[in-house]
């Protein structure tokens, strides 16, 4: 083999995608193919290299050494033609600007906020993209995300967005009924929704000194807009993020029930690639938010600060 040739570009693919799935069938399905096909590109990549790149056991088939060892470059450059080839296709400086956010942050606090982003920037489109996944910057075509977590993000960067303050809330005509709660030991005999974990009140109570809480009870979501709409819906308190039910607060769609606020150790973050900072349109989109997270929203209680504490992270 001489210095610049290289391997035909189909068998590259089969064996990329052999590896990924370790199963000819799986491989052959993505690439809509018959097994056969990819079995033969394979083979005519091992004849090209001169190594075998699996080994066959009984029905599997697992890389061999020199296969483990090819596959990270492999896939590396399929990554970087896929990523030139969007960027040739859609320019960075055209007006899209898709914002990957987690579905909770997306409908409670972002949307009832874009079309102030809309009419102070009305050249740039703006696509948003709702997933608790992490972002690849280098494959989702995502240019900049909302993240909940510590804002340590290897290669990125990142910009704290919202420290996320934990109140305890309920629907209105819950508190006409049962009556504003004194204490915080008041909560006690209220009817409460849960995070999936079934953790934040337990905590909550032990910030105020109360330990005996008993048996966890009432319904719990694993996703914050759900545990949200609960609460909305009579069905009992709930401890949720300030900073996005802050306009629930302000509109009376909930009633905060202690002066208590809980501070957890998360906090919602802006992110994205270091290269990305100076592009006009990210540029514009990090001022924007950082300006609206910065807005003081009145609140109809004065609310004090108790240690901090961890509250799930899927919200």
Request: overall charge positive; aromatic content about 8%.
């Amino acid at each position: 083999m001489t210095e610049h040739q290289l391997p035909p570009l189909n068998a590259l693919r089969a064996f990329e995608a052999t590896a990924r799935h370790l199963s000819v069938k799986n491989a052959a399905d993505e690439l809509c193919v018959t097994p056969g096909a990819v079995s033969q590109l394979i083979k005519t990549l091992e004849v090209h290299l001169g190594i075998p790149l699996f080994r066959r056991v009984n029905r599997g088939i697992f890389l061999t050494d020199a296969g483990q060892a090819y596959l990270p470059p492999v896939r590396n450059a399929f990554r970087q033609i896929s990523d030139a080839t969007r960027r040739v296709a859609v320019p960075e400086d055209t007006g899209i600007l898709t914002v990957s956010a987690t579905p909770f942050f997306a409908s409670a606090w972002l949307v009832p906020r874009l079309k102030g982003f809309q009419d102070a920037h009305p050249d740039i489109d703006l696509q948003l993209v709702s997933s608790s996944a992490l972002a690849d910057f280098s494959r989702d075509g995502v240019d900049v995300a909302i993240r909940h977590g510590l804002g340590r993000y290897p290669g990125l960067s990142s910009q704290r967005v919202l420290t996320v303050e934990i109140v305890p809330v309920a629907a209105p005509a819950l508190v006409k009924r049962l009556g504003m709660p004194e204490t915080p030991a008041g909560l006690m005999r209220w009817p409460r929704v849960n995070d999936a974990e079934r953790k934040a009140w337990a905590l909550w109570f032990q910030a105020q000194g109360i330990e005996n809480t008993g048996a966890t009870r009432g319904p719990s979501f694993d996703d914050s807009g759900l545990l949200l709409k609960a609460v909305l819906a009579g069905h009992g308190a709930a401890l949720l993020p300030a900073a996005v039910v802050a306009d629930d607060l302000a509109q009376g769609r909930l009633v905060q029930l202690s002066d208590v606020t809980w501070l957890e150790d998360f906090a919602y973050y802006l992110v994205y690639p270091e290269n990305s900072h100076d592009r006009p349109k990210v540029a514009a989109f990090r001022g924007w938010i950082l300006g609206e997270a910065s807005k003081k929203v009145a609140r109809p209680r004065k609310k004090a600060t108790v240690k901090a504490a961890r509250f799930p992270a899927g919200s």
